[in-house]
């Protein structure tokens, strides 16, 4: 398999510059490696991240990431503070139920038109008619209560709503159709040019934007997989290039970017002994795992920090939560792992006795579990089987199975999953742990039902501003007593936040990296109008 790969990586090497000449790629027929001089008129860009259905933002599009093109009421900074963006101040009321946003009366489209509260509301009503992947299923209403104005109703109380404000790209009115996406038209930092399918994007700078101009004129951005990504350094051809751990060298004229993360990968633990079933009839419950001192041998157990060495070659950080690091986190979930003897002694005294073959068993049953990865992830395939490695010191045997998201979707509610996951939103906690969503879709699928987590989530949504959020997302995870976290009611264990790998030409400056959630690609650009060439 290996040597495979890397003869995929030598082809797509040699083919790279004659394939690039062919299809107009910038960067193509230029001078290889440090040679090639940057200019602040173009950058060349192979960081993936190529959506299937466009640059919509009503249909998902700029959700992890920088919609680019289009402007958001609200961004975070580069610590993870919420600031203005289109919005110049917003207030929230008594009840929750009204958040009412002022908008900058400099915006303009593209296309020159202005940028007016209409085309906010607008936007907010169309994503929530398409079920965008931005949560906005407990907003009634958005309107316009004058040009520069926009008043959003919900239907309950939902301090999250400022996420979204964060996420929603904002799309103009009077441009807006089914094919928006295929040729947008927004008010952000750059301004869409063309869009070849499965090849490039290109896109320049838009003159006409209120905020910090980026200094770059024009960005080329190739969609090429981690083989031509590769390929293209080696060439000199691009100027920022995603990579892999596997694919990590010292290349001439180009420097490694490490960039943190929430990107993480963790391992579901059914909470509940099987027998039963979820409203769609799928089956629920593990009886290995339902015992909590399965789950917790597992968490306190395993030495991340040699996961991440061996199955990510160190490109990576112990995650102990969803959000390690976010402002919803707590810090109560990170703990000491590695404790074997500690949690071979705490499986002993549960019942757990191992047996002849160094897999423990209690009351006839052995300690014995599938663990599904997605098929042809071969970063979740190694975190696997590094994973089922450390449990069999335990006397846990995990037995790993690669499949398709079909087979997972049918399974994940009895059998663990290596799942990825990692937003910028809380609400991603909440539909991992809350108690009536689960078995719903992808949401709780290890059927854990703690009611105190459930009303410090509801406090949480139910607060005014984030910060009062944040102390209820924190004592959901553990509040000294109880908690979603490892100290309570561990149901999943969190292995690694993957570090995301870019190759970065020598001379360019990518400022400073925001907290990276799930993905490679357009979350990398995220911070764009700090880029720059080095003096």
């Given at each position: 398999?290996?040597?495979?790969?890397?003869?995929?990586?030598?082809?797509?090497?040699?083919?790279?510059?004659?394939?690039?000449?062919?299809?107009?790629?910038?960067?193509?027929?230029?001078?290889?490696?440090?040679?090639?001089?940057?200019?602040?008129?173009?950058?060349?860009?192979?960081?993936?991240?190529?959506?299937?259905?466009?640059?919509?933002?009503?249909?998902?599009?700029?959700?992890?990431?920088?919609?680019?093109?289009?402007?958001?009421?609200i961004e975070f900074d580069r610590d993870?503070?919420?600031?203005?963006?289109?919005?110049?101040?917003?207030?929230?009321?008594?009840?929750?139920?009204?958040?009412?946003?002022?908008?900058?009366?400099?915006?303009?489209?593209?296309?020159?038109?202005?940028?007016?509260?209409?085309?906010?509301?607008?936007?907010?009503?169309?994503?929530?008619?398409a079920g965008s992947e931005v949560d906005?299923?407990?907003?009634?209403?958005?309107?316009?209560?004058?040009?520069?104005?926009?008043?959003?109703?919900?239907?309950?109380?939902?301090?999250?709503?400022?996420?979204?404000?964060?996420?929603?790209?904002?799309?103009?009115?009077?441009?807006?159709?089914?094919?928006?996406?295929?040729?947008?038209?927004?008010?952000?930092?750059?301004?869409?040019?063309?869009?070849?399918?499965?090849?490039?994007?290109?896109?320049?700078?838009?003159?006409?934007?209120?905020?910090?101009?980026?200094?770059?004129?024009?960005?080329?951005?190739?969609?090429?997989?981690?083989?031509?990504?590769?390929?293209?350094?080696?060439?000199?051809?691009?100027?920022?290039?995603?990579?892999?751990?596997?694919?990590?060298?010292?290349?001439?004229?180009?420097?490694?970017?490490?960039?943190?993360?929430?990107?993480?990968?963790?391992?579901?633990?059914?909470?509940?002994?099987?027998?039963?079933?979820?409203?769609?009839?799928?089956?629920?419950?593990?009886?290995?795992?339902?015992?909590?001192?399965?789950?917790?041998?597992?968490?306190?157990?395993?030495?991340?920090?040699?996961?991440?060495?061996?199955?990510?070659?160190?490109?990576?950080?112990?995650?102990?939560?969803?959000?390690?690091?976010?402002?919803?986190?707590?810090?109560?979930?990170?703990?000491?792992?590695?404790?074997?003897?500690?949690?071979?002694?705490?499986?002993?005294?549960?019942?757990?006795?191992?047996?002849?073959?160094?897999?423990?068993?209690?009351?006839?049953?052995?300690?014995?579990?599938?663990?599904?990865?997605?098929?042809?992830?071969?970063?979740?395939?190694?975190?696997?089987?590094?994973?089922?490695?450390?449990?069999?010191?335990?006397?846990?045997?995990?037995?790993?199975?690669?499949?398709?998201?079909?087979?997972?979707?049918?399974?994940?509610?009895?059998?663990?999953?290596?799942?990825?996951?990692?937003?910028?939103?809380?609400?991603?906690?909440?539909?991992?742990?809350?108690?009536?969503?689960?078995?719903?879709?992808?949401?709780?699928?290890?059927?854990?039902?703690?009611?105190?987590?459930?009303?410090?989530?509801?406090?949480?949504?139910?607060?005014?501003?984030?910060?009062?959020?944040?102390?209820?997302?924190?004592?959901?995870?553990?509040?000294?007593?109880?908690?979603?976290?490892?100290?309570?009611?561990?149901?999943?264990?969190?292995?690694?936040?993957?570090?995301?790998?870019?190759?970065?030409?020598?001379?360019?400056?990518?400022?400073?990296?925001?907290?990276?959630?799930?993905?490679?690609?357009?979350?990398?650009?995220?911070?764009?109008?700090?880029?720059?060439?080095?003096?």
């Amino acid at each position: 398999m290996k040597e495979e790969r890397i003869l995929k990586i030598l082809l797509a090497a040699a083919v790279f510059t004659a394939f690039a000449a062919v299809n107009g790629f910038a960067g193509a027929g230029q001078q290889s490696g440090a040679r090639r001089a940057l200019t602040a008129d173009s950058l060349t860009l192979a960081i993936g991240g190529e959506p299937d259905e466009g640059f919509d933002p009503c249909t998902g599009w700029g959700r992890y990431g920088s919609p680019l093109f289009q402007s958001t009421l609200i961004e975070f900074d580069r610590d993870m503070n919420y600031t203005n963006d289109l919005a110049t101040a917003y207030s929230v009321s008594a009840d929750g139920l009204t958040w009412t946003f002022d908008i900058r009366n400099d915006a303009k489209f593209s296309d020159g038109r202005p940028v007016t509260a209409e085309d906010v509301a607008f936007t907010f009503n169309t994503a929530k008619e398409a079920g965008s992947e931005v949560d906005l299923t407990r907003m009634k209403a958005a309107r316009a209560a004058d040009p520069a104005r926009v008043v959003f109703e919900l239907n309950t109380p939902f301090s999250a709503f400022i996420n979204a404000a964060v996420s929603l790209g904002i799309v103009p009115k009077h441009a807006y159709s089914p094919s928006y996406g295929q040729k947008p038209i927004g008010s952000g930092p750059y301004v869409f040019v063309q869009w070849d399918k499965g090849q490039q994007l290109i896109v320049e700078r838009n003159e006409n934007y209120y905020g910090t101009k980026p200094v770059f004129k024009r960005l080329t951005l190739l969609f090429l997989d981690d083989e031509g990504a590769f390929a293209a350094v080696q060439s000199g051809s691009v100027d920022i290039a995603m990579t892999v751990p596997m694919l990590v060298r010292d290349i001439k004229g180009y420097s490694l970017l490490r960039a943190r993360t929430v990107d993480n990968r963790g391992v579901s633990l059914p909470s509940t002994k099987s027998g039963t079933f979820s409203a769609d009839n799928l089956p629920v419950g593990n009886d290995v795992t339902s015992d909590t001192a399965i789950r917790k041998a597992l968490i306190y157990g395993i030495d991340r920090t040699a996961i991440v060495r061996d199955a990510l070659s160190g490109y990576g950080t112990p995650a102990y939560s969803v959000c390690d690091g976010l402002p919803w986190w707590s810090p109560e979930t990170r703990i000491a792992d590695n404790d074997v003897a500690g949690q071979k002694a705490a499986l002993d005294a549960a019942g757990w006795r191992l047996g002849g073959d160094g897999i423990r068993a209690k009351n006839g049953l052995r300690a014995s579990f599938t663990l599904i990865y997605p098929a042809g992830d071969s970063v979740r395939q190694s975190i696997t089987m590094a994973f089922a490695q450390q449990a069999r010191a335990l006397g846990i045997e995990v037995l790993p199975k690669g499949g398709s998201w079909d087979d997972i979707g049918l399974e994940m509610y009895r059998t663990p999953v290596m799942f990825g996951w990692g937003s910028h939103s809380p609400m991603e906690t909440y539909d991992l742990y809350y108690g009536k969503l689960a078995t719903t879709g992808y949401n709780n699928v290890t059927n854990i039902h703690n009611p105190t987590v459930d009303r410090y989530m509801d406090a949480a949504l139910a607060a005014r501003d984030a910060a009062d959020a944040n102390i209820n997302w924190k004592k959901a995870a553990w509040d000294g007593t109880t908690g979603y976290s490892n100290q309570g009611d561990a149901t999943w264990c969190w292995i690694a936040n993957i570090e995301h790998l870019y190759y970065v030409r020598d001379g360019l400056d990518v400022g400073n990296q925001r907290i990276h959630p799930h993905g490679h690609g357009f979350p990398v650009v995220s911070n764009i109008k700090e880029w720059k060439l080095k003096s």
